[in-house]
């Protein structure tokens, strides 16, 4: 699959999606005026991934300084494909959850999504 | 006369604490416009960053809402694609508490399920609204409201005081709601 990158708005975050090494990452802030518009490909693109033979493990940096509630919803959906394809088909995935010491927003965000994450790791890592 | 007349307008508007105020049709370009000109705004009087952060997010879910939710409305492919929904935006600061106080008119068929939805969010403490913003992110959005309940839950989870609304009966059809917290 052809890797997905696109630059950060003010309202979009960065994204880039590397198949071919199962790196990926979203930086930024995300109040787009249709969450499911920007996040619905990157969803559907994720998922056909993780239906692929690919078997090293997936590395998903996410940090992010704001977003609403209707991207918390899709992101929470992006999670889920994660957590689905550890737990149904036994793939190595790593969320890490990147935040400024001082952000308790970020944190707490941070641990709403991790309490949903059994298969998948999830960690909680404090920029410096 | 005209000049007074605007300078009363603007003066019972500073006496109340009154950042901003818009009253209309709001588009997500004002929304946009709106937030970026507050977060300035905040920035510059060096407010705390994070109780920056936290007007700033209810400021969107208010103002999402009114765009996705107000019966008073005009959507048209102009070539694109517009939503305009009407309704009034304050932004304030009063008892060294800042506030969002949003307005629109709704139907009088929503009512109800509204103001049980803002009740339910209202009864919560924080660990409560926690736990409860956790359970709506799981859910599959619910039919129709295109997830209105979690940026109900957002704006709570953020304002330091029990969110307050009120409807007001206007005629056969509608009502007028608000809805204000402080942060």
Known sequence: MEKIVREATDRTPAVSFDFENGIFSM???????????????????????????????IIFDVEFAYFNSSSAKVLMNLFQLLEDAAESKGKKTV???HYNEDDDTMLEFGEDFSSDMEHAAFNLCILG | MLAKEYYNFKKSLDEKGIMFSFSGFVSDGILFALGESLKQKMTIDATDPNTTKKVFSVFVEQVQNIIRYSAERVEGEIPTKVELGSGTI??????EKFFVVCSNMIDNTDVEQLRSRLEIVRGLDKE?????????????PEEQSKGATIGIIEIAKRASEPIEFDFEPIDNNSTFFCLKAYI
């Not at chain 1, 930024?28 to 033979?53: I, T």
């Not at chain 2, 409560?128 to 599959?140: I, N, Q, S, V």
């Open chain 1, 27 to 57: 930086k930024g802030e995300s109040y787009p005026e249709d969450a499911s518009a920007f996040f619905g490909p990157l969803h559907q693109a994720l998922e056909e991934f993780l239906d692929s033979e690919f078997d090293a493990p």
């Open chain 1, 95 to 97: 969320i890490n959850w």
């Open chain 2, 90 to 95: 304050t932004v304030g600061y009063e008892g």
């Open chain 2, 128 to 140: 409560g609204l926690k736990a409860y913003y956790r359970e709506k992110l799981k859910e599959p």
